[in-house]
T-cell receptor, first 115, second 116 residues
Framework: GENVEQHPSTLSVQEGDSAVIKCTYS??????FPWYKQELGKRPQLIID?????GEKKDQRIAVTLNKTAKHFSLHITETQPEDSAVYFC??????????????FGTGTKLQVIP | DTAVSQTPKYLVTQMGNDKSIKCEQN?????MYWYKQDSKKFLKIMFS???????INETVPNRFSPKSPDKAHLNLHINSLELGDSAVYFC???????????????FGPGTRLTVT
């Protein structure tokens, strides 16, 4: 099955600095890579996603890059703010034997933005 | 209006008991999921249903039995609860049309289960 590794497990940055979270996946059949943000005590929510036919995607202060050859993808947050503090999960999704998408999550990165 | 809702939000029970968690989505999605998030925050898929049909069944003890009466509801029944079942259980839904096309998953607020 798919295996998704995520690093670092914790990350502290000063407000205004950039934060980078990296993930690797094992199955080259994975074709969809979402990133979820989970604030303390809340539900995970999608912040950005990228499909395997795209190398980079940006949405204001967040961007995701995908390197299919190396099987890794990264989340970049620029000009971090205290409200960016949360746990971030990467994920890789591919069709299972029945043709349905199955999502495998990374282990999460706890980001702390220090004011 | 809440898109994906779960009840109860908190569940405290003793070992050996049987309990159920209910999930409903009003997004018109055809696929629903149950995830378990343990104390280390790992999010692991347990089950997935598409139009009331079980499509993903991970290595989960038989004590866990999902039921989907219709495509808007996915309930989770747990028999003979054990200490290790303590976790937050998230329900989620997505629209997988056409089949195999990946889309965003919308999560419910979670149910914190504590087994004493």
């Amino acid at each position: 099955g798919e295996n998704v590794e995520q690093h670092p497990s914790t990350l502290s940055v000063q407000e205004g600095d950039s934060a980078v979270i990296k993930c690797t996946y094992s199955d080259s059949a994975s074709n969809y890579f979402p990133w979820y943000k989970q604030e303390l005590g809340k539900r995970p929510q999608l912040i950005i996603d990228i499909r395997s036919n795209v190398g980079e995607k940006k949405d204001q202060r967040i961007a995701v890059t995908l390197n299919k050859t190396a099987k890794h993808f990264s989340l970049h947050i620029t000009e971090t703010q205290p409200e960016d503090s949360a746990v971030y999960f990467c994920a890789a999704s591919k069709a299972n034997s029945g043709g349905y998408q199955k999502v495998t999550f990374g282990t999460g990165t706890k980001l702390q933005v220090i004011p | 209006d809440t898109a994906v809702s779960q009840t109860p939000k908190y569940l405290v029970t003793q070992m050996g008991n049987d309990k159920s968690i209910k999930c409903e989505q009003n997004l018109g999605h055809d696929t629903m999921y149950w995830y378990k998030q343990d104390s280390k925050k790992f999010l692991k898929i347990m089950f997935s249903y598409n139009n009331k049909e079980l499509i993903i069944n991970e290595t989960v003890p038989n004590r866990f039995s999902p039921k989907s009466p219709d495509k808007a509801h996915l309930n989770l029944h747990i028999n003979s609860l054990e200490l290790g079942d303590s976790a937050v259980y998230f329900c989620a839904s997505s629209q997988e049309v056409p089949r195999g096309s990946p889309y965003e998953q919308y999560f419910g607020p979670g149910t914190r289960l504590t087994v004493t």
